[in-house]
């Protein structure tokens, strides 16, 4: 837009009619249509969410117990 309006003018006057606000380019009237005529995003419906924390699990492996048997003198009489 200013290098359109140098041709005509100054590049003072050019600078200052391309910057001035009264006189938009096609391209800045583009821009202020649809910037007022964007609707507002419809409300999309609320949907669970879903809980996708991973717990980490702790398995503990026990041995089996080795078997012994105790000497006969040594198991209490009851």
Known sequence: MLLKNAQMTSLL???QRTFDGAHPCALCKDINTTQHSQKKPEAQPASP???LI???RHLRIISPVPRFSLPAGLLPNY
């Open 54 to 56: 991973c717990t980490v």
């Open 49 to 51: 969410k879903l809980d």
């Open 13 to 15: 006057q050019a600078a």
